[in-house]
C-alpha cells in the first residue's frame, strides 16, 4: 500500500459532528496493520458551508466525512 496521509480537522465544528468518531475509527484500523499516518489539525475553513466533519486524505479533501467515505478513498490512494 502506498503512503496515506489522513488530516482530520478537530476544529470546533467537525469535533461536534464526529471528528474524534473519524478519528477513533482510523486510530482502530491502524492497530489492525493499516498504514496510515493521521494528523490532527486546526479548521479548514469549512466548516460554514456545513460541510463538517472534513477530513485530508493526501491532496484530496471529503467533506461531510464518514469512516465508510474516508476509508474507500483511503483504499483508493493507497494502492499500489
Ligand atoms: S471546524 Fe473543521 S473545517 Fe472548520
Known sequence: MKPVTVQIC???HCTMMGAMNLYEALQSMQEEGLEITIDLVR???DCKANEAPVVVVNDKKIVSATSEKVMEYIMEVGKV
Do not use: A, E
Open 43 to 45: 479548521c479548514f475553513g
Open 10 to 12: 478537530v476544529g470546533t
